[in-house]
């Protein structure tokens, strides 16, 4: 399995993810927030299956970009994947004639732009050679980590959560994990926007990894770029084994 974190930066200065985008063996697409931006577009042409943590803008600012770049008049289309949240957020708030077209509709008129398929928490869909398994996460809207496996690794993809549970009971659960890409959004001095926003701070980092039973290569994502070298000198200080600062525009490779 691969998973390229693609980079949302532009400039000469260090990439950054400001955006969430992860392909996964070049088919797949976890969160749309900048693969509207990725070039060559026969990148983007290969993908045919996006799944969408939750409806939060970073997630989602990209897909209909996306949706219009790789458009073409045929019955093949994108499926887009979400919680009943993200689809009725799509729906109200994105393709509504006022910030996007209503591709939802016209891909009811004519040949489709895309499909919505609604998911659901700890029920496996199978994509592309991968079986993905949503996870109900903590945050402030409701949100989904996903678990992927396919012939030669299962991965975990945390983000965009408060201390949780339930998804590390199935991670632990799983054969041949080989990472965990977990979030760390704040400093540890901002605990308290951390607590608000529902997201993880170095320490709550090093919490949720406690609760992790089996080796596994730990990448931290969703590093917030206002405190982007604070949060990872508190990460790299806590001296965790197994753990990298996630690189964006890298492409990570599991056997």
């Not at 496996?149 to 590390?168: C, F, Q």
């Not at 760390?184 to 320490?203: D, V």
Request: with cysteine; aromatic share 8%.
């Amino acid at each position: 399995m691969k998973i390229t974190l693609v980079e949302s930066s532009v400039g000469h200065g260090p990439r950054q993810q400001i955006l969430a985008s992860y392909i996964v063996n070049d088919s797949i697409v976890i969160d749309a927030g900048s693969i509207g931006f990725v070039s060559p577009l026969d990148v983007q042409k290969q993908v045919k299956h996006v799944f969408i943590s939750h409806s939060h803008t970073d997630h989602l600012a990209s897909l209909p970009i996306f949706i219009d770049n790789v458009y073409v008049p045929s019955p093949e289309c994108p499926t887009v994947y979400g919680n009943a949240d993200v689809l009725d957020c799509l729906q109200k708030h994105v393709f509504n004639e006022r910030i996007w077209p209503d591709m939802i509709r016209l891909s009811g008129e004519e040949t489709p732009f895309l499909k919505l398929e609604e998911i659901h928490s700890e029920t496996t869909v199978e994509v592309g050679g991968v079986k993905i398994t949503p996870v109900a996460l903590d945050h402030i809207v409701p949100a989904l980590g996903f678990i992927l496996e396919d012939d030669e690794a299962t991965i975990a993809i945390v983000s965009d959560t408060n201390p949780t549970h339930r998804i590390w009971e199935v991670i632990n659960e799983q054969k041949n994990l080989q990472a965990v890409f977990l979030e760390s959004s704040f400093p540890n001095h901002m605990g308290w926007l951390a607590e608000k926003a529902m997201h993880l701070t170095p320490e709550m980092f090093a919490g949720e990894l406690k609760k992790l039973t089996q080796p596994a290569r730990i990448i931290a994502i969703h590093i917030k770029t206002a405190f982007d070298e604070q949060i990872k000198k508190e990460l790299t200080e806590l001296n965790l084994p197994n753990v990298e600062i996630g690189e964006p525009g890298k492409t990570y490779e599991f056997h």
